[in-house]
């Protein structure tokens, strides 16, 4: 196991760091926020929203002299990443929310990262600026471009320091490939390519080129009435540049191999659990969609998230997970009335933390959930302002299903379902983590004793 990670109950106390965002009063739509993600060193953590902004945060450099701050993270860049459209064709409006960052690995002192709305993917290039040049020959100091015939002396232009800006810039704009939602992004191992899917299909682009992609998987059929299933999200191996799994709202998942074919709908390998005909219901469909997949670090095993569980599969086991953790179990008697309020079809996310030991996915009530692979422990925390004082340590929360109800434990009648934690990011080598609840973005670290 990788150091820094003990087991995360007996080891972990997670403790409250920082809350970024404004408290919960008149939240509008566009503030909340709808993807979060830390890039490959975890010294940027980077969060979009419904009304199309990417907020990049920073580490600070740990001070000597305050050893008990550890460092913290503040804005670092904010841009306007998709502004919203109207698709007149089809009389449609395309929003500006932002569905997934992806970031590149860095290469030299700037940042890339992909974001994608509904529609298109921006590739943006983030870079500082502590310097100007002056001194220009063809303009003057206000920019303006001068009558040549008045220059009688060249000159020589300077850079001059100026306070640090920290630029972002659109550098490529992946547009007009996709009919349907654009659902996930996923930047391949080899950096030259990444791929974008939607409910019916999956684009590989290269970087370099914005005017044409390679479709790769295609499952619309020819008569859409025959639509039986769509695509929830698609993710590259992070170490075979040629393979790639894609998962369906019929709780299937497919793994991938470009070598054989240049459009792959025949998979490779098909991942799917028999149902236990006990459970069936008339929600069995709707909530046995997967609304996240993830590789692990490794490359050896998927994380798959539905509607109640998280499942972990062994990439050489197509028949059944090897691992299943229950997230919400006690909201099962409840799928009535979370299908009447469209709850049941919100879409989770799950994570690794860095060793692939500890998986952490979000539930209602500004609950998230933890599991400790090894030990099969697992954790429940609560990510709320009452809580948020420095250093305060998270209490585990519970959840009690009936009959007398102890003092520290909640009600599954008194849960709040317009609170959700759908998007969550694990520090790719500490135990820091990022929890997004609306509009506010939480950040947690282990308590160092």
């Given at each position: 196991?990788?150091?820094?990670?003990?087991?995360?109950?007996?080891?972990?106390?997670?403790?409250?760091?920082?809350?970024?965002?404004?408290?919960?009063?008149?939240?509008?739509?566009?503030?909340?926020?709808?993807?979060?993600?830390?890039?490959?060193?975890?010294?940027?953590?980077?969060?979009?929203?419904?009304?199309?902004?990417?907020?990049?945060?920073?580490?600070?450099?740990?001070?000597?002299?305050?050893?008990?701050?550890?460092?913290?993270?503040?804005?670092?860049?904010?841009?306007?990443?998709?502004?919203?459209?109207?698709?007149?064709?089809?009389?449609?409006?395309?929003?500006?929310?932002?569905?997934k960052i992806r970031w590149l690995p860095q290469q030299n002192a700037a940042y890339f990262l992909l974001s994608t709305n509904d529609k298109t993917v921006k590739l943006w290039k983030v870079s500082e600026r502590d310097k100007r040049p002056e001194g220009y020959n063809l303009k003057d100091e206000d920019g303006r471009l001068r009558d040549p015939s008045m220059i009688t002396v060249l000159r020589v232009p300077v850079l001059r320091p100026m306070d640090l800006m920290v630029e972002a810039t659109p550098r490529r704009v992946f547009a007009n490939a996709h009919t349907y939602h654009i659902n996930s992004i996923s930047v391949n191992s080899d950096y030259e390519t990444y791929m974008s899917a939607d409910d019916l299909r999956i684009n590989l682009?290269?970087?370099?080129?914005?005017?044409?992609?390679?479709?790769?998987?295609?499952?619309?059929?020819?008569?859409?009435?025959?639509?039986?299933?769509?695509?929830?999200?698609?993710?590259?191996?992070?170490?075979?540049?040629?393979?790639?799994?894609?998962?369906?709202?019929?709780?299937?998942?497919?793994?991938?191999?470009?070598?054989?074919?240049?459009?792959?709908?025949?998979?490779?390998?098909?991942?799917?659990?028999?149902?236990?005909?006990?459970?069936?219901?008339?929600?069995?469909?709707?909530?046995?969609?997967?609304?996240?997949?993830?590789?692990?670090?490794?490359?050896?095993?998927?994380?798959?998230?539905?509607?109640?569980?998280?499942?972990?599969?062994?990439?050489?086991?197509?028949?059944?997970?090897?691992?299943?953790?229950?997230?919400?179990?006690?909201?099962?008697?409840?799928?009535?009335?979370?299908?009447?309020?469209?709850?049941?079809?919100?879409?989770?996310?799950?994570?690794?933390?860095?060793?692939?030991?500890?998986?952490?996915?979000?539930?209602?009530?500004?609950?998230?959930?933890?599991?400790?692979?090894?030990?099969?422990?697992?954790?429940?925390?609560?990510?709320?302002?009452?809580?948020?004082?420095?250093?305060?340590?998270?209490?585990?929360?519970?959840?009690?299903?009936?009959?007398?109800?102890?003092?520290?434990?909640?009600?599954?009648?008194?849960?709040?379902?317009?609170?959700?934690?759908?998007?969550?990011?694990?520090?790719?080598?500490?135990?820091?983590?990022?929890?997004?609840?609306?509009?506010?973005?939480?950040?947690?670290?282990?308590?160092?004793?």
């Amino acid at each position: 196991m990788a150091p820094g990670f003990g087991s995360l109950v007996q080891d972990v106390l997670w403790c409250f760091s920082q809350v970024k965002g404004t408290i919960d009063t008149g939240v509008t739509e566009s503030d909340i926020i709808s993807t979060v993600e830390f890039n490959h060193t975890g010294e940027l953590l980077a969060t979009g929203d419904k009304g199309g902004r990417v907020v990049i945060f920073q580490r600070e450099q740990e001070s000597k002299n305050q050893p008990h701050r550890r460092g913290e993270y503040n804005v670092y860049s904010t841009f306007q990443s998709h502004e919203p459209e109207f698709d007149y064709l089809k009389s449609l409006e395309i929003e500006e929310k932002i569905n997934k960052i992806r970031w590149l690995p860095q290469q030299n002192a700037a940042y890339f990262l992909l974001s994608t709305n509904d529609k298109t993917v921006k590739l943006w290039k983030v870079s500082e600026r502590d310097k100007r040049p002056e001194g220009y020959n063809l303009k003057d100091e206000d920019g303006r471009l001068r009558d040549p015939s008045m220059i009688t002396v060249l000159r020589v232009p300077v850079l001059r320091p100026m306070d640090l800006m920290v630029e972002a810039t659109p550098r490529r704009v992946f547009a007009n490939a996709h009919t349907y939602h654009i659902n996930s992004i996923s930047v391949n191992s080899d950096y030259e390519t990444y791929m974008s899917a939607d409910d019916l299909r999956i684009n590989l682009w290269n970087f370099e080129i914005t005017n044409q992609s390679f479709n790769i998987v295609d499952i619309k059929p020819a008569n859409m009435e025959e639509l039986t299933e769509v695509i929830t999200a698609a993710e590259f191996h992070p170490h075979h540049c040629n393979t790639f799994v894609y998962s369906s709202s019929k709780g299937t998942i497919r793994l991938c191999d470009m070598r054989t074919a240049a459009l792959c709908d025949r998979h490779a390998k098909f991942f799917e659990e028999p149902e236990d005909p006990s459970n069936r219901s008339f929600f069995s469909e709707i909530i046995s969609s997967i609304s996240d997949v993830k590789f692990s670090h490794s490359g050896r095993y998927i994380m798959t998230r539905d509607y109640l569980t998280v499942k972990v599969w062994d990439l050489n086991m197509e028949n059944r997970p090897i691992e299943t953790y229950q997230v919400h179990d006690y909201l099962r008697s409840k799928l009535c009335s979370l299908y009447e309020n469209d709850c049941i079809f919100d879409k989770f996310e799950c994570v690794w933390n860095g060793s692939d030991s500890v998986i952490m996915t979000g539930s209602y009530n500004n609950f998230f959930r933890m599991f400790d692979r090894n030990t099969k422990r697992d954790v429940t925390l609560e990510a709320s302002r009452e809580n948020s004082k420095p250093r305060a340590i998270l209490k585990p929360r519970k959840v009690c299903v009936g009959g007398k109800r102890r003092k520290d434990e909640i009600s599954v009648d008194s849960l709040d379902f317009s609170k959700k934690i759908l998007h969550t990011a694990w520090h790719p080598s500490e135990n820091i983590i990022a929890v997004a609840a609306t509009n506010n973005l939480y950040i947690f670290q282990d308590k160092v004793n």
